[in-house]
């Protein structure tokens, strides 16, 4: 099954990017961002929370970095 996601957890963000998912906008609320993917399977959610999901490191880096970056463009 498939869901939206809807998250201010960079880390989850971060990894969701790297595992290929599409990030289809980012909101601002405060100085946080929330990181909106459509279609993610629960599984996928459940493999992050029990800490089986795997990422190339720099790749990860990489997505933190430009997540960061999006998240201060946001007037």
Do not use: Y
Not at 10 to 17: F, R
Not at 40 to 62: H, W, Y
Request: net charge positive; with cysteine.
């Amino acid at each position: 099954m498939k869901q939206n996601i809807c998250t201010s957890d960079i880390v989850l963000a971060a990894t969701l990017k790297v595992q290929g998912f599409q990030l289809d906008r980012i909101e601002k609320q405060g100085n946080r961002g929330i990181f909106h993917f459509p279609d993610v399977p629960r599984s996928t959610i459940q493999d992050f929370d029990l800490g089986k999901c795997l990422v190339e490191p720099a790749e990860f880096n990489n997505a933190i970095k430009a997540l960061t970056t999006a998240t201060r463009r946001i007037i």
